[in-house]
């Protein structure tokens, strides 16, 4: 007699495979659409003052005016802060631009989409392949042609208030996710930048002052963890740490980021927002109102005519820019995000196709604002390459802008069908119907719904049965009349 069997130990079921670009959760869906909401409307002020200062420094009549303003010198020299307008701009202003950026990234690393390392490789990978495939095809492009090195990390930054504005102007329906997906690209894509800055754009070190900036964020640290509020603390403070970060030789935006990431973006009981997303809703206005336009307008003011445009694609540098905009973006995003799908075993939401991902990757290569702020740093002491370098950001950044609009309109008819999907609340409950399928209660109230407009639509029914029934009575009857008639006295033949 054989022993009996010992059953075969059931397998756990297979977890469901993971989606890339796929819906967002609500919190995070409401927070992307607020802070691209405000993006969106800077994004446009950036454009008009990149418009406005090409006008300003083109138009003749114009120009000596327009570089007699940007080299206008002011601030207490004896505090090194001599500076002209367009340097202020870019050390100054660009500070707050980085504040902002530096919540951000806190933000996504304890609550967003950096927090769980699995979502967050496909953004990191993608903004890292899409930073190096720009620097490797500016690197081979400038070698090829015997040109300077210097600046290979010009075309590696890309500018989300710049795309959003293209969204904007050419009124493209882009789905939540893809629009997720291009400003966490645009977040970690900040964070290289600044080291970059950071690392390879500093050439001497003022160690006392540094110093002092490193005991003024300690300082600025302390207060925050014992929660003392109040801006009239903070801000003096943060100038003069300001102050000592661009004496010290490091570059100034780096305290700006610095303050930024030390902000709490994480809620306690009783709160509804942190205080970092509290300080981020005030801020980002005046960043991206006012703080990026204004550097806009006194760093892309660069004389442009067509022997300069021909000279873009003649000389490496400037060649190398705009390929690294154009072809190594392009690149870099969309494979850096094919692999990182391919290598995870992760498949593309049921909504998008490949096609949306290439065309999100060809609209990341608008480089503008950390574009132009690298190229100076890269070039400095040349003005007249660091002009040429300028000119070719702006041809890239509009080639890149060109392809996507082209690519983006194909699909914009399914594009607004899906943000009408994300949009429907048929319930009225302020929550869109997606995120409620596996509510019990909202089948509820949508049997509730369907029921009330079913009893509707049966009254209406009757109502039009009843109206054509009376209808044809009243029809029979007057031919009842008439047939009745035809006999009466008068009426007879003769």
């Known amino acids: 007699m054989s022993a009996p069997r010992t059953p075969a130990p059931t397998s756990a079921p297979a977890p469901p495979p993971r989606k890339v670009l796929g819906r967002l959760s609500l919190p995070e869906r409401n927070f992307v659409a607020e802070a691209l909401r405000t993006e969106t409307v800077g ?10 200062a090409l006008v300003w420094a083109n138009v003749p009549a114009l120009h000596d005016s327009y570089e007699s303003v940007s080299h206008f010198h002011f601030g207490p020299d004896a505090l090194g802060l001599n500076l002209s307008v367009a340097h202020w701009a870019a050390d100054g202003l660009l500070a707050v631009f980085f504040f902002v ?10 609550a967003g989409d950096l927090k769980d390392p699995r979502a967050a490789a496909l953004p990191v990978v993608a903004a890292l392949c899409g930073m190096v495939a720009p620097a490797l095809v500016y690197t081979l492009t400038s070698l090829t042609g015997g040109g300077s090195l210097d600046g290979w990390a010009v075309p590696t930054a890309t500018d989300i208030a710049f795309a959003l504005a293209v969204l904007a102007v050419i009124g493209t329906s882009l789905p939540s996710a893809l629009r997720a997906f291009l400003l966490t690209l645009a977040v970690v894509d900040d964070l290289f930048a600044i080291l970059i800055i950071a ?49 010290s030789g490091v570059h100034a935006t780096i305290a700006g980021v610095a303050m930024g990431l030390m902000l709490r973006c994480t809620t306690r009981e009783g709160e509804e927002h942190s205080p970092g997303e509290r300080i981020e809703h005030l801020v980002r206005p005046l960043s991206a109102g006012l703080a990026v336009p204004l550097f806009a307008l006194f760093n892309a003011g660069v004389v442009i005519s067509g022997g300069a445009l021909g000279d873009v694609f003649t000389k490496p540098e400037t060649l190398g820019v705009v390929l690294g905009l154009v072809v190594g973006k392009t690149i870099g995003i969309f ?31 608008i480089g503008f604002t950390v574009s132009l702020l690298i190229g100076e740093l890269a070039f400095e002491g040349d003005l007249t390459l660091t002009d040429e370098v300028k000119a070719a950001v702006l041809l890239g950044s509009l ?31 302020g929550i869109p119907d997606v995120y409620e399928q596996d509510d019990p209660a909202y089948h509820r109230r949508m049997a509730e719904i369907l ?30 009349e008439v047939a009745g008639g035809a006999g009466e006295e008068g009426d007879r033949p003769a």
């Not at 994004?43 to 406005?52: D, E, I, Q, R, W």
């Not at 692999?339 to 065309?359: G, I, K, M, P, Q």
């Open 43 to 52: 994004g446009v002020l950036l454009l008009v003052a990149a418009v406005a």
């Open 101 to 110: 950026a530096g919540i951000e990234l806190k933000r996504e690393l304890v």
């Open 199 to 247: 690392v390879f754009f500093t050439s001497t070190i003022n160690l006392a002052a540094l110093g002092g900036a490193v005991v003024g964020l300690v300082v600025f640290w302390l207060l925050l963890r014992k929660g003392v509020r109040g801006w009239y603390v903070y801000v003096p403070l943060a100038l003069v740490i300001w102050a000592l970060m661009y004496n």
């Open 335 to 365: 494979g850096g995000t094919w692999l990182t799908a391919r290598f995870t075993r992760a498949s593309l939401s049921e909504d998008l196709a490949w096609a949306d991902v290439f065309a999100v990757a060809c609209l990341a290569g």
């Open 399 to 429: 080639i890149a802008a060109t392809l996507a609009t082209v690519l983006l309109k194909l699909r914009n008819a399914k594009y607004r069908r899906m943000c009408e999907a994300e949009e429907r609340d048929e319930d009225l409950d």
């Open 451 to 480: 029921d009330r407009k079913a009893a509707e639509h049966r009254r209406i029914a009757d109502e039009i049965t009843r109206r054509t029934a009376q209808d044809e009575a009243d029809t029979r009857q007057g031919l009842a």
